[in-house]
């Protein structure tokens, strides 16, 4: 068979994953945080973007997309919200601030109004020699917050007069974790040092001493007796109790009484001794950072019936493109020229984050009033009536893929009159109805019931999981006894024994 050459026409569909698609693709999924950043990052590079400074203002020159212009024909245009099919009251709060005028953009240029002090400004403004400066900076004035190394380093030259032993204080000192717990090996130590073991368990034995109460310990029994040691409350059965930790875990009090020694009512009051104490001493020093959520979604009430679901303005970035600069920086920039390519590129990424952007908020949009659509009666009577949804069911009502609809409720909150709660929490697993032809339960509405039914049992009559089997099937849901068990110890609930046992030990002690 002969090798010839050949031209062929072939025509062939595919999808391609352009930059701008991918970019598009992460927008949707990032949190409110993540798009800051990243929106920083594009400004950064970008010398056309720039973020609205103010709201409520509008300028013909900064271009952008403004998402009003894609309002439904029934919307009303000086409120911004509608109505859709099924009486929900819709109201579209990103097109507002977007706009900016060349006042928003260079507010140093304007006026002062006639209501500013412009000596008293001018003394505010000043350094603290009274010329004008730099603004104060109120961070100066703050006190730097102690560690917990810190901490402990100003107490070691009040304890120990060696300077051996603050040697070997400084370095088990650097050995301590967060919780004020010693990591370290004292033999590794020791030889670190070139000394013997023994002299840095003295050295350690006097650490722990310190304030906090319980630090330089090395396990949590030894942190318990540390400080129930400086309470002078160490006796034989204390001593007994912080040795077996493992047994009080279990509760099984039981062996406790007979490990301790003691009756009922003693194992009871050195149980809430034990509660008193701090099982992580150096936590209080440890530099924690809380993380504040913002909800991307906002519903309320409205006053015409329905729910107002908006999108939060405070979490919405306003990005423009300043078409004016374009325009003056390119006029002296040949068509050829790197330059020229440089801002056409610029002004052509600009353009595409905004509507990506644009799109982003009207996506999360159209999914969270799905959500509020499918779960009214949550939002109406609470968990009890939370209904089973999946990715699917919002995705062919909003005619879009699952993927997109999972993207959107990663790392979503929104807030309602029930609370804040991430999107994710109204996608529920469904279980059957008892009876047939029922309507099914969904699964967080059924962990609702079970942690009810179990918070109303008398000390005398615990509920096994069979018995909130059956309790669950007499209310129109069928549920298998190990679900039962797993939506239990999901919730942190002990089993009926444990809960029979703490029952009647606190009823015996309310009756003396």
């Known amino acids: 068979m002969g090798l010839t050459a050949s031209l062929f026409l072939r025509q062939t569909q595919s999808l391609v994953m352009t930059p701008q698609l991918m970019q598009s693709i992460q927008l949707l999924q990032m949190t409110h945080f993540e798009l800051n950043q990243f929106i920083a990052q594009e400004i950064e590079k ?123 204080a400084q370095q088990l000192n650097d050995e301590l974790d967060d919780a004020g717990y010693l990591q370290a090996d004292l033999g590794d130590v020791a030889a670190r040092l070139g000394i013997d073991t023994g002299h840095v368990e003295q050295v350690l034995a006097r650490l722990q001493t310190l304030d906090p109460p319980g630090i330089f310990a090395r396990t949590l029994g030894e942190c318990l007796a540390i400080q129930l040691k400086q309470k002078d409350r160490l006796d034989p059965a204390m001593e007994a109790l912080v040795r077996h930790l493992d047994l009080l875990a279990k509760r099984d009090f039981a062996s406790l009484r007979k490990l301790c020694g003691v009756d009922d009512e003693d194992l009871i009051d050195m149980l809430a001794e034990i509660r008193q104490l701090n099982p992580k001493p150096g936590a209080d020093f440890a530099s924690q950072v809380t993380d504040v959520i913002s909800p991307d979604i906002v519903v309320r009430p409205s006053n015409s019936g329905g729910w107002v679901v908006e999108l939060n303005p405070d979490t919405l970035p306003r990005v423009l493109v300043n078409q004016s600069y374009f325009q003056q920086v390119s006029k002296g920039c040949p068509k050829n020229s790197e330059d020229y390519a440089f801002l056409s590129d610029c002004l052509q990424n600009g353009n595409w984050l905004t509507r990506s952007l644009d799109q982003r908020a009207k996506t999360i949009m159209k999914v969270a009033t799905e959500i509020v659509r499918q779960q009214d009666a949550f939002l109406m009577h609470g968990v009890d009536h939370l209904r089973p949804l999946n990715l699917k069911t919002v995705a062919e009502a909003i005619k879009m893929h699952e993927s997109t609809v999972s993207r959107v409720t990663s790392n979503k909150y929104m807030l309602t009159p029930r609370g804040m709660f991430e999107l994710k929490y109204f996608f529920t697993v469904s279980i059957g109805s008892a009876d047939e ?73 309310a009756a003396l």
């Open 46 to 168: 970008n010398p056309l973007l720039e973020i609205s400074p103010s709201d409520g203002e509008s300028g013909a020159e900064l271009g952008h997309i403004d998402a009003a212009d894609h309002v439904a024909a029934d919307a009303d245009t000086d409120t911004g919200t509608w109505r859709d099919d099924q009486g929900i009251v819709i109201t579209e709060t990103f097109g507002e601030g977007l706009d900016g005028g060349a006042e928003n953009v260079f507010p140093d240029d304007q006026p002062e109004r006639r209501g500013d002090a412009p000596e008293l400004l001018g003394q505010w403004k000043s350094g603290p020699g009274g010329d004008a400066g730099e603004d104060y900076d109120f961070n100066d004035f703050i006190a730097n917050e102690v560690g917990l190394r810190e901490h402990v380093s100003q107490q070691i030259p009040l304890l120990l007069k060696s300077p051996q032993d603050c040697l070997i």
């Open 437 to 509: 032809g029922g309507d099914s339960h969904s699964a967080e509405a059924v962990r609702h019931k079970i942690k009810i039914l179990i918070g109303q049992e008398a000390a005398d009559a615990v509920l096994s999981d069979d018995d909130i089997v059956t309790s669950l099937k007499q209310a129109g849901v069928d549920l298998a006894r190990r679900t039962v068990a797993k939506y239990r110890e999901a919730m942190n609930i002990p089993s009926s024994v444990q809960r029979r046992r703490e029952k009647r030990a606190v009823a015996r002690v």
